[in-house]
């Protein structure tokens, strides 16, 4: 999965991957489309039935991969459908950014929000800083070095 | 304390407590003591005991499951760490081990001791405990060096669990001390320190020498999956050339698999091939588990792993 | 074979001249590990050394390499070759033990099939071999296997160090060729130099081997591999550290229009090696892995190559097994077994 640019990162177009939970973070999302709220389009969003159900080689794939960040969302703590769910999302994701950041990735490039079914406006705003927080920081990897993983993706 | 242990060996042995004893012999190789798997009486008189027995055997007790009896084994305190996990984790019930506990005070780190002595390790002969230094013969000559120099890095660290119910002790077990200059996350301290850009290109680099040999996961009590991960075909999630990008993956997963799990034993990074300082990565895991969730990996019996746990007042900067 | 003389302080200005030419390669230390890399100048290497960590067996079959890179757009499908090196190759400071293993890996890759890669990076690199210090590392077993480490047999050049000069034992023409970029530098040996300027023998304990196979094949059903299976953790180190071993996986990394075939080592003491796409494995015990491995060594590869056992006695991975596993102790036993079939 690379990302389109040239070697001073202009026309930088980030590829974020989005994982939201299926009762809380996309229904927030679908809200968000129903509004006509403009956000960019460099999120793909993945739904999952639990924030929890992201494990933390999911994130490590995608960065490693080439991909510029990963964004989890899920429902906020005490809200979760499952009950617990998010607790277990909430310590991974404090663990992971950690390790991410000191292996020298930087931690705009994972993130965790709570975004619940009523918050479209949330999730908007959440595409459009995590994107906008993402293209400053340019290129997670140099693109000479993304392995190709979709036809026409050289 | 080697013929105590030789005698208690050969108790167990008798009495057919126990269908091996997993201890330390001498190799061909002076300087190194390896593993050993004693089952017959004539056999214990190869078990050593000394300052050169700082690797640790609790992974092999996991092979007790397909037995139908016991397996005994010999666990320095930081040893059992792993066992405690191992049994929190359902991986061995706690009767399947007959524990004997050895009070340790210190185990050598070969290449410190190269280091200092100026010789290559080969020619070391006999290494001895001797209080505040050890005792190392090279050829004919016998010198002491002081612990400081030459101790393994998690020996400055020692944090002995001895309240592990060992079975057996050869002696009564004391805590370790020694007065130490380094923190304890001085490693990971000076790495967090850095630029970010430092970091991810002293971490490249690192990354780059790996040659995939997954010694780091062999030697690891904790990666005890049937089917690990790394392994599976459909899907599959490493490409299996060594290529940077299949190598950050593997070692940064394999780190937060570990994490709440590994007992700085230090063995993955003994067994690397090229040196990767893998301390180093695993030291930054424990040290995040202990600041985040209040929890060090075997220390005790009773408290639940912090990844399969959560507290309803856990730090929450995503809101 | 010419024999000349070169001094130490002269021996980096001829090496200089060599990376000028050629990619000079030899033992340096990084991190505290020595390993065989490219350097730009003699300074960079250490010549004072036991032996390399990883074999120099990796400089013609390297842990990974590109085979080729393929393109498909449309219905047209583009296969490009990657160039197996870009210049020429001078290694020096190799160790007969490892010389040796490179002659056996001859035989696998470039006898019956021919591996283009592995025999271009072979015809196309210089062997500068350096003569083992006395004692030898304590792991060492060369001897053992009828090598001797004081012969040029195998490289293109021998360095015999004698305290203050090394002796050069030119063995072939590409020898002479290199000793050419800087010959002022080598001076013949006088007849008294001749006779008293000798590298002492390398004094190394030597193993009888001589009816190693025929025993090993008795014992396929021994109690001995069981035993072996409790230390070994399966974690493969064995087969990276081996100069001889060669066992690899073809695998491509890409997508359905782009991407790259590669070629990286394996090893046969992983659970999955010989695993098949039926689910069927016919080494799934670690007791079986170990049979094949020793099996393969001293009994299936002199076999099947008409060769003699295929290990060279470097030790390397009697040193760094953690399970202490060690070869000279599994091949004494075997030894110490009563005659074959027995």
Redesign the interface.
Known sequence: MVSSSDSLGNGFEPKILVFACNWCSYAGADLAGVSRLQMPPNCRVVRVMCSARVRPEFVITALSKGLDGVLVLGCHPGDCHYSEGNYFTRRRGLLLRKLLEYVGIEPERFQVRWVSASEGAKFAETVERVTEQIRALGPNRPRSEV???????? | MQDKLQEVVRKLLAEGAVE?FIGY?Q????H?A????VSDESEVEKLVWGPLCG?NLS??VL?ANELEGKVGILLKGCDTRAIVELIKQHQIERDKIVAIGVPCQGQVDG?KLEKALGV?L?QVTNVEDAGDGFLVTVGEETKKVPKEEVLLDKCFRCKHPYAFPYDVTLGEVVPFTIEADVGEYAAVEELEALPIEERRAFWRKQFERC?????C???CYACYCKECLF?RKMPRWL?????LSENEMYHLIRAVHLAGRCIDCG?CQ??C???IPLGSLYRKIQKDVAELFDYEAGMEMDTVPPLVNFELDDQDPFL | MDRKKISKSDLGQWLDKIAEEYELIGPAEE???V?FRPVKSSSELTLDY?NS??PPKSLFFP??EELFSY?KRGEEIKLEQTKPLEKDRVVVGIRKCDVESLLLLDKVFCEDLVDAAYKERRDRTALIGLACPTPP???CFCTSFDIDPLSPEGTDILLRDVGEAYLVDVATEKGQELVGLAGKLFSKLTKKEAEELQPPPVDMPKMDLSELGEKLEGMWEDPLWD?LS??C?????C???CPTCHCF?I?D????????R??????CM???FALMTSGVNPRATKAERARNRYFHKFSTFPSRYGTGYACVGCGRC???C???V?I??VMQEILAKEGAGE
Do not use: M
Request: aromatic content about 8%.
């Open positions: 392995l190709p993983t979709e036809p026409g993706d050289k | 091996y012999c190799s061909s190789q002076p190194r390896v593993p050993c798997f690797q992974k092999y092979r290449r290559s080969e040659i995939r040999c997954n010694a996961r062999e030697a392994d490409a299996a050339p060594p290529l063995e003994r067994v091939p090229v040196n | 991190d505290e590990v390993q036991a960590l990883l842990p990974v393109q590392r304590a792991a035993k409790l230390p953790l399966g974690c493969g180190i087969t990276y550290v996986d695998a990394v890409g997508s359905t229009s782009d991407g790259v590669y070629r990286c080592w394996d090893s992983y659970k999955d009697l040193v760094h953690p399970g202490g060690e000279t102790e």
